[in-house]
């Protein structure tokens, strides 16, 4: 399969790299780094991405960034840094991949455990986790030619111990245990489903 792994040098990108490059040809992207890239916020930008991949089997996203601070000095524009990049990057690479994508391809976006379990400080985060989760059920159901699409929806992980201080009673998720769940997407059966790894 040719698989297109964007974020694939960052915290869980290198660990979908890893278990997918030994069977797969991989195409790694970065906003900065990879061996493409591409400004996630910027549909121009996508646009001539998937110029340059050409046709694929399967995307994941494990890339997009969000607003992370309190509710009484948050204003439009911090909120809308989830809305452009984290949201509407990942909706945007699948409105524009699935003219790109093979018949029986897959997409796999991500969210993330804020969306059902809050915490001080992510009001943004929730939204935009939750938004992504519906938007996957969503397009699941219109995607042509059997294409399938599934999100993530990850705890704290276990390398990101700056974060653990926000997420008091929250169990760090491991590592092998939240890159499986992006294989089970990529190489599995399940469409419209958020696949949770708390």
Not at 26 to 33: M, T
Not at 69 to 81: C, E, H, I, V, Y
Not at 99 to 123: Q, Y
């Amino acid at each position: 399969m040719k698989i297109i792994i964007i974020g694939a040098t960052g915290t869980i990108g290198k660990h979908i790299t890893k278990a997918l490059q030994k069977d797969h040809e991989v195409i790694k992207a970065g906003s900065k780094s990879g061996d493409l890239q591409v400004d996630i916020t910027s549909p121009d930008s996508i646009e001539r991405f998937f110029e340059q991949t050409g046709k694929f089997d399967a995307l994941v996203s494990a890339t997009g960034s969000a607003h992370f601070g309190p509710l009484n000095t948050m204003k439009d524009a911090d909120f809308r840094k989830g809305i452009d990049s984290k949201l509407m990057g990942q909706i945007n690479l699948v409105l524009i991949g699935q003219h790109h994508i093979n018949p029986k391809g897959s997409f796999t976006l991500t969210s993330g455990i804020l969306s059902e379990d809050p915490i001080v400080l992510g009001a943004n985060l929730s939204a935009v986790n939750g938004a992504i989760n519906a938007f996957v059920k969503a397009a699941a159901i219109e995607l042509d030619n059997s294409v399938r699409i599934n999100a993530i929806s990850p705890g704290v992980f276990e390398e990101s111990p700056d974060y653990f201080p926000y997420f008091a009673g929250h169990i760090p998720v491991k590592m092998d245990r939240v890159a499986q769940a992006y294989i089970k997407s990529v190489l599995g059966a399940l469409t419209g489903e958020v696949i949770k790894v708390f």
